[in-house]
């Protein structure tokens, strides 16, 4: 992310942000890609596409059939009773595609920033061992002083 400070005629400073090009190519000929889209196609689509048709075709069986027995004021009753369920399903429906397609394009945008952060952190962690290695170097310098001193009484 680059950020450009602007100064206008009122000599107050504003920062600008230029949009981040792709530095990270997302192929999509990777091994793992191709198991995720036929993990995809076998465990999410298939069985979609599977109950679909079994749906269908259980209403198409209820449609078809001769039912002298049931009560038409039943059946009115039964399509009142089904109007509000699937006004709200169709809303959580709407919410839920919404979602998806939300995830997917913060899908397509999070790997460059997700691999800044990365990047980051390795530096953090390398700053603090740094740290860490420099704090503990004059304890370990006087343990080794300490130890040769030890060893000359000892070999004498």
């Given at each position: ?85 699937l006004f709200f399903s ?43 290695d420099f704090a503990t ?20």
């Amino acid at each position: 992310m680059v950020f450009n400070i602007k100064r206008y005629s009122s000599n107050k400073q504003y920062a600008t942000i230029k949009a981040m090009k792709k530095t990270i190519p997302l192929s999509k000929r990777t091994v793992s890609y191709q198991a995720h889209r036929r993990q995809f196609i076998w465990q999410i689509l298939i069985p979609i596409i599977v109950a679909l048709l079994l749906v269908i075709a259980a209403s198409v069986v209820a449609a078809t059939r001769n039912s002298g027995t049931a009560s038409l004021w039943a059946d009115i009753s039964m399509i009142w009773l089904l109007i509000p369920v699937l006004f709200f399903s169709f809303l959580f429906f709407i919410l839920l595609a919404g979602l998806i397609y939300a995830l997917a394009v913060l899908l397509k945008i999070t790997p460059n920033y997700t691999y800044q952060v990365q990047q980051m952190i390795y530096r953090v962690k390398q700053a603090i061992k740094r740290g860490a290695d420099f704090a503990t170097k004059p304890v370990f310098f006087i343990e080794e002083i300490s130890a040769r001193i030890k060893r000359i009484f000892r070999d004498q």
